[in-house]
C-alpha cells in the first residue's frame, strides 16, 4: 500500500525556521517525482515546490523561492523542505504529494505549520 | 503563470443528477490536466490525470473531457459520498496551478 506521511510541523514565529518531512512507503520512492502542497485554512490548494526523482530538477512557487528549499533522500525513502523566514502567510497545511504520470496520485494526511508571534 | 478557473464555484444537487464542473486554463496545456477530490478535513484523492484517465480505483461514475483551455468532470450520477470540493491542476508548465475549487453538496 503506497503511503506518504508528514512531520515536523508546529508554531513559529514570523522569521523563525521549520524543517518538515515525508517518509515514503509501498512504492519505489526515487522513481516518483515529489511536491510540497500547501493549504491555507478555509482556501484552496497551493503548489510550493517540486523535485524529481533523481533530485536532478527542482522547481518553486515564486512566493517561497530563496526562503524555502526542498530535497530528498532516496535511500531513506524522504522528502525534506526546510523552510526559513517565516511568515504569517506560510501558515497552512502541507501536504507531501507524488507521481510519475504528471499528477499527483499519492498523497500524505498532511502537516500543520502555524506562523505567530 | 498559467490561471485556471473552475465554475462554479459551489453547486448542490441530488443523488442520481448528473454533476458536470468546468475548468478553463488561460493558455493552452494540451490535455495536461488532473483532477482532485477532497473531503473536509482530509488530503485531496487523485481522481483523473491526462484530463480523462480515471485513477485505479475511482467509480466509473466520474469522467473528464476536454483539451487545450476547457475541461469538464462529469459525474454521471451522484451518489452520497461523492460531497466535498473538487480541484483542477494544470501541469503544463512551472509553476504548477489549481483552480479555485467547486464545492459539491448533497441536497
Known amino acids: 500500500q503506497e503511503h506518504l506521511v508528514e512531520s515536523g510541523g508546529g508554531l513559529v514565529k514570523p522569521g523563525g525556521s521549520l524543517r518538515l518531512s515525508c517518509a515514503a512507503s509501498?512504492?519505489?520512492?526515487?522513481?516518483?517525482?515529489m511536491s510540497w502542497i500547501r493549504q491555507a485554512p478555509g482556501r484552496g490548494l497551493e503548489w510550493v515546490s517540486y523535485i524529481t526523482g533523481s533530485a536532478n530538477s527542482i522547481h518553486y512557487a515564486e512566493s517561497v523561492k530563496g526562503r524555502f528549499t526542498i530535497s530528498r533522500d532516496n535511500a531513506k525513502n524522504s522528502l525534506y523542505l526546510q523552510m526559513n523566514s517565516l511568515r504569517a502567510e506560510d501558515t497552512a497545511v502541507y501536504y507531501c504529494?507524488?507521481?510519475?504520470?504528471?499528477?499527483?496520485?499519492?498523497w500524505g494526511q498532511g502537516t500543520l505549520v502555524t506562523v505567530s508571534s | 503563470d498559467i490561471q485556471m478557473t473552475q465554475s462554479p464555484s459551489s453547486l448542490s444537487a441530488s443523488v442520481g443528477d448528473r454533476v458536470t464542473i468546468t475548468c478553463r486554463a488561460s493558455?493552452?496545456?494540451?490535455?495536461?490536466l488532473a483532477w482532485y477530490q477532497q473531503k473536509p478535513g482530509k488530503a485531496p484523492k487523485s481522481l483523473i490525470y491526462?484530463?480523462?484517465s480515471l485513477q485505479s480505483g475511482v467509480p466509473s461514475r466520474f469522467s473528464g473531457s476536454g483539451s487545450g483551455t476547457d475541461f469538464t468532470l462529469t459525474i454521471s450520477s451522484l451518489q452520497p459520498e461523492d460531497f466535498g470540493t473538487y480541484y483542477c491542476q494544470q501541469y503544463r508548465s512551472y509553476p504548477l496551478t489549481f483552480g479555485g475549487g467547486t464545492k459539491v453538496e448533497i441536497k
Open positions: 491526462t484530463a480523462y
Open positions: 493558455q493552452g496545456i494540451s490535455t495536461w
Open positions: 509501498g512504492f519505489t520512492f526515487s522513481d516518483h517525482y
Open positions: 504529494a507524488s507521481g510519475v504520470r504528471g499528477a499527483f496520485d499519492i
